[in-house]
C-alpha cells in the first residue's frame, strides 16, 4: 500500500514538472539584403553562439528551452556595410507573437520580427552608420521591443 502511495505522488510530481517544461522555441535570423553579407553575432546570458557571415538568402537558426521563471533572452550583433546594431531576438514577452518559431528577417530598412499571423511584421531601424545619417538612432535594440510589447497589449490573442 505504501509503495503504491508513494507512486502516485510521484507521478503527480512528474506531470507537474512536466507542464511546467517550457516548448522549445526555434529561432531564425535570415539575410535579405539583396546582395552584400550580414555578419551576426547571437547570444544569451548562457549561450554565445558565435559569429556567422551570411550571404543573401542564407540564414543561422538555433533552438533552446525557455526557462521556467520567463527570463530568458537572446541578443544578436547585427552588421552590413550600411548599418548595425544590438537587436533582442527573443524574451519572454515575444510568445504571443511567435510561441514557437520566431523568424527575423534582415533587410536594407532593418530587422524585421514576423509575427505568427500573416502579414504581421515588426521592424526596427538600423541603430549604426546608416540609422544616424537618417536621425532613427534607437538605443539597445529597444525599439523594437516597446513596439512588440505595445503590440500586444493592444491587440486581442486567443
Not at 550580414?38 to 553562439?49: K, N, Q, R, V
Not at 541578443?75 to 520566431?102: A, F, I, M, R
Not at 499571423?117 to 535594440?141: I, M, N, T, V
Request: proline share 6%; with cysteine.
Amino acid at each position: 500500500m505504501k509503495f503504491f502511495i508513494i507512486l502516485t505522488v510521484l507521478f503527480g510530481v512528474f506531470c507537474t514538472m512536466n507542464e511546467a517544461i517550457p516548448v522549445k522555441t526555434f529561432l531564425r535570423v535570415q539575410n535579405q539584403l539583396g546582395g552584400p553579407n550580414l555578419t551576426i553575432h547571437c547570444s544569451s546570458s548562457e549561450d554565445d553562439l558565435g559569429i556567422h557571415v551570411l550571404v543573401n538568402d542564407m540564414y543561422f537558426d538555433w533552438h533552446f528551452r525557455p526557462n521556467v521563471w520567463g527570463s530568458t533572452k537572446f541578443k544578436c550583433d547585427l552588421q552590413w556595410e550600411h548599418g548595425s546594431g544590438t537587436y533582442t531576438v527573443y524574451k519572454n514577452d515575444y510568445v504571443q507573437l511567435c510561441p514557437v518559431h520566431c523568424y527575423w528577417y534582415v533587410k536594407p530598412e532593418g530587422p524585421c520580427l514576423q509575427s505568427d499571423e500573416p502579414d504581421r511584421q515588426f521592424c526596427s531601424p538600423w541603430q549604426g552608420s546608416e540609422a544616424k545619417r537618417f536621425g532613427e538612432l534607437d538605443s539597445g535594440g529597444d525599439m523594437v521591443e516597446e513596439t512588440i510589447v505595445q503590440d500586444i497589449r493592444n491587440s486581442h490573442f486567443p
